[in-house]
């Protein structure tokens, strides 16, 4: 069964569900992909490219040095493997088979470089004082070579036995022969020489930051950029056995660190927020880079045509070096979450094993076996053909939101044997699976649906316990092979929240717009969608619904007094709403609508006697849950007045004296305000009139208007009244001037 119809089957479960849980609308919380399984914790586990958890291959420890960092390794031609270290500058041997141990110390706190000569003889660089020591078989060192550098960052052996040594800050490679004579190999405009390899036609490949360029250099020193990354650092390279060169780019981008370039020293494993300081250098801090907003990682392949291709990116993860194997798959060491990643020849991506510390720093192989060093803490591991005895991995914490009841939990296992993984759930109040959590429950045994047993919580998390595996002949197995999980819970019912209400102007009327149809006369739900709200959210969002409409228009309509409101609800339910109304000496509340979806609704004044009201707004998510488990809630508006008749005034007789006009009157409103009078002369320009007091706010107002140097006959004065909800009225006088 693909992923596809198991989907399927888990959908038609879910609309199944309601029959028996708290709620009608059942949700899913599914992990399918490497990103989505990459966010729980593995422990003896991988993640495919194509999402799916597999047992890892074993990763087992065979050293302890007891130092925060693992810088550098290589392998002797006899397989001794020695371990370079910081912050005490010291060198560990693990001979073949046998206990590893302390066998060198140097005077320069971190070790970054190690190489070996063809005749077996072990060279050391180091930093803040630079230099280039070779030991003899009693871990007994000589300087061999002392270049006035304060870093030496990489060693490479040719095979004429000439010791090529990248340096910096001044991005020096030199060139030093068996009896310790040395030259300037290539003096580059970089500031740090961080990596050395050799190409099959025996050219030097170099790579430098904060540049990140990527240099093949001739026998004779002359220099071709291969590749100019967009990165601030070629932090490893590789070649394979056709030539093809794989390269680690890594840190910020080059626009984010120009004003810096000076001083920025190379990736480095480290302790979080900490500064590497020694007592023979305090003022050399080694820092790393690439933890700032705007890291990134790429992974690139170079063929022989120097045709370059991104086989990788990340924005979370830093690369320390690169392994390709003759089977042609490529491993990454990283950090900081101690990941060695596998990319095989179809780019098929797959997180291999994961370590307890948090930076794996060097990946080698020889003899058949594969090593791994890791920083903070620095040990030493052998990667093995054979599964992890252990294979444990942990959801991350998945947030419902609120409280809620569990479904079923479901998963998806290929090539199943015959002891099959174990799943377990807890639950819990707290974002972090602490002591306060429910024990783990299970394990459930029925992939097509097993009921989860851990109690109503908001929190949920799970686990697979994967079957100790016989050995196998890679390090990935696609034995019991987990390839989706699904979990079903019900959120428990919550009130739905109305949030505002908000009183329009009067005169204000909503006018729902019309949109035209996209479904072509089709109406789900059956005439006028009356059965919409029971069809499934993702079918109801084919069609046009009442959430899709354009927002209603407003017009002016006499009377009218409208209000809207925001409502939401916890559970993303359906709502409908009821409006109420009531007067302001009234105690009960009237029916207006009910079963209301939209968000606005306007009372047409006319109908209503003049007075003050407040209106009511419930609203309830009973459209998505049964009658004896719906919740609602209420606002009430502020108070509205409604006020139907127009404005009125009681006005005196107007005086004259000569061509000079006063004439006093009062205007009286019902239940509103006076907003307003203007005055008009013989059907002129309209002039707006103060009332005495300066400021018009109260239902009766008195004016006083005085008119000058009117000409001899019959004048009209005409006022026109208005209040504060739109009403107006008029009234006029007469005067004769002689």
């Not at 390709?324 to 979450?337: F, H």
């Not at 007075?611 to 009430?636: C, M």
Request: hydrophobic share 35%; glycine share 8%; charged share 20%.
């Amino acid at each position: 069964m693909n992923k596809i119809n198991f989907l399927l089957r888990c959908t038609v479960f879910v609309l199944s569900l309601g029959a028996f849980l708290e709620a009608t609308v059942p949700l899913q919380w599914t992990i399918s992909t490497q990103s989505e399984f990459l966010q729980g914790e593995l422990k003896g586990v991988s993640v495919t490219s194509d999402g799916k958890l597999i047992l890892a291959p074993s990763l087992e420890p065979i050293l302890d040095t007891e130092e925060a960092f693992i810088y550098t390794a290589v392998l002797d031609k006899s397989g001794n493997l020695y371990v370079g270290t910081g912050n005490n500058g010291k060198i560990f041997r693990v001979p073949p088979g046998r206990q590893g141990r302390e066998w060198a110390r140097l005077e320069e706190p971190g070790v970054y470089a190690l190489a070996v000569d063809s005749l077996n003889r072990t060279y050391v660089g180091t930093a803040p004082d630079g230099k280039v020591y070779r030991l003899n078989d009693r871990g007994e060192a000589e300087v061999f070579l002392d270049p006035d550098e304060k870093y030496i960052w990489a060693l490479a052996f040719d095979t004429q036995n000439n010791l090529f040594v990248a340096t910096g800050p001044k991005g020096i490679i030199y060139k030093v022969n068996s009896a310790g004579h040395s030259s300037v190999f290539y003096d580059s405009k970089e500031t740090h020489i961080v990596t050395l390899a050799w190409d099959l036609d025996g050219n030097l490949l170099a790579g430098t930051a904060p540049g990140g360029l990527l240099f093949r250099i001739s026998p004779d020193g002359s220099p071709f950029v291969v590749y100019d990354s967009s990165l601030q650092e070629i932090k490893a390279v590789s070649v394979d056995r056709y030539g093809n060169i794989y390269a680690a780019a890594l840190s910020r981008s080059k626009a984010l660190q120009e004003k810096d370039r000076p001083s920025q020293a190379p990736n480095v494993p480290q302790e979080s927020k900490q500064q590497v300081k020694t007592e023979t250098a305090p003022e050399v801090t080694l820092k790393i880079s690439g933890t700032e907003k705007g890291g990134k990682l790429e992974i690139y392949k170079i063929d022989k045509e120097n045709l370059v291709e991104t086989l990788y990116t990340s924005n979370e993860e830093l690369a320390f070096d690169l392994l390709i194997r003759s089977n042609g798959n490529l491993l990454v060491a990283t950090g900081n979450k101690g990941r060695i990643i596998s990319i095989d020849p179809r780019r098929f991506v797959t997180l291999l094993v994961q370590s307890p510390e948090q930076q794996v720093t060097r990946l080698l192989q020889g003899e058949g076996k594969i090593y791994a060093t890791t920083s903070n803490l620095g040990q030493v591991f052998q990667l093995l053909s054979q599964p992890s005895t252990t294979g444990i991995y942990e959801s991350k914490v998945f947030d419902t939101k609120m409280l809620s009841s569990w479904g079923m939990i479901r998963w998806r296992v290929t090539a199943p044997t015959s002891a099959p993984v174990k799943i377990y759930t807890r639950s819990g109040n707290t974002e972090s699976s602490d002591q306060t959590w429910n024990d783990w429950t299970g394990p459930y045994t029925d992939w097509s649906g097993s009921y989860i047993k851990s109690p109503a919580a908001r929190f949920l998390q799970w686990k697979i316990e994967f079957p100790q595996a016989e050995e196998a002949i890679s390090l990935t197995s696609q034995r019991n092979a987990v390839e989706l999980v699904t979990i079903t819970y019900i959120q428990h019912n919550m009130a739905p929240q109305l949030t505002s209400i908000t009183v329009h102007p009067p005169g204000a009327a909503f006018v729902r717009a019309v949109a035209p149809n996209p479904a072509g006369g089709i109406s789900p739900g059956g005439p006028d969608q009356v059965h919409i709200r029971s069809l499934p959210r993702s079918v109801r969002g084919l069609a046009r619904s009442r959430g899709n409409l354009p927002p209603p228009r407003k017009v002016y309509s006499p009377g009218a007094r409208s209000i809207s409101w925001r409502a939401k609800d916890p559970n993303g339910d359906d709502l409908v709403y009821s409006i109420y109304y009531r007067g302001q000496d009234e105690t009960s509340w009237k029916s207006l609508e009910n079963d209301l979806s939209d968000t606005y609704y306007t009372i047409d004044g006319v109908s209503f006697p003049d007075g003050i009201y407040f209106v009511k707004v419930v609203a309830s998510d009973a459209p998505s849950n049964p009658v004896t488990q719906a919740l609602d809630s209420e606002i009430i508006s502020k108070h509205l007045v409604i006020a139907n008749s127009s404005p009125s005034m009681e006005s005196r007789a107007p005086q004259t004296q000569g061509g000079r006009v006063t004439w006093q009157f009062t205007v009286h409103t019902r239940e509103s305000v006076v907003h307003q009078v203007e005055y008009s002369v013989d059907a002129g320009e309209w002039n707006i009139l103060f009332p005495e007091d300066g400021i018009a706010d109260a239902s009766s107002e008195h004016y006083s208007l005085a008119l000058e140097d009117l000409k001899p006959g019959e004048h009209v004065i005409t006022v026109r009244l208005v209040d504060s909800v739109g009403n107006i009225g008029t009234g006029k006088a007469s005067v004769s001037i002689k």
